[in-house]
């Protein structure tokens, strides 16, 4: 909960006068696809049974952002939640080797660019995948 979700916030908050300096005034957090409520993997799946605390924490992130995002629209600021999708890192390991979903770390991030781009004030306390879906809360 402290990394995942507190941290962040305070940090924006620290650089709110930075962002209001700032010429694109935009603010982007890594969440997950498992912050949304609306995502289910299966009574018997791993991710389900055992990562409650992490989709808790990125939930959180995201409420928390969302909150910001209403107050700071006075200051011209757009944020954003972004799950970078199923990456192939050594964290993912085997399981995303394994996995026709998952994507290369480069072809996250291109995307991730792509969503930070086009981001504007009226998409602003959104939660997006990196391919620019909307996902549930």
């Known amino acids: 909960m402290r990394v995942n979700a507190l941290a962040p916030l305070l940090?924006?908050?620290?650089l709110l006068g930075?962002?209001?300096?700032?010429s694109q005034k935009k603010l982007v957090a890594i969440s997950s696809d498992?912050?949304?409520t609306g995502t289910d993997y299966g009574a018997t799946s791993?991710?389900?049974?055992?990562r409650y605390s992490y989709r808790a924490s990125k939930a959180a992130l995201n409420n928390g952002m969302r909150g910001l995002a209403r107050d700071w629209a006075v200051h011209g600021i757009s944020i954003l939640m972004l799950n970078p999708g199923?990456?192939?890192?050594?964290?993912?390991?085997?399981?995303?080797?394994a996995s026709a979903s998952a994507i290369s770390a480069e072809h996250s991030a291109r995307n991730?660019?792509?969503?930070?781009?086009?981001?504007?004030l009226e998409a602003s306390g959104s939660f997006r995948d990196h391919a620019g879906n909307t996902l549930a809360w």
């Open 34 to 36: 498992l912050a949304s």
């Open 112 to 120: 991730l660019a792509a969503r930070i781009a086009e981001l504007t």
């Open 46 to 50: 791993l991710v389900r049974s055992e």
């Open 11 to 14: 940090l924006s908050q620290a």
């Open 18 to 22: 930075n962002l209001m300096r700032g």
């Open 86 to 97: 199923f990456v192939k890192t050594d964290m993912t390991g085997a399981r995303a080797l």
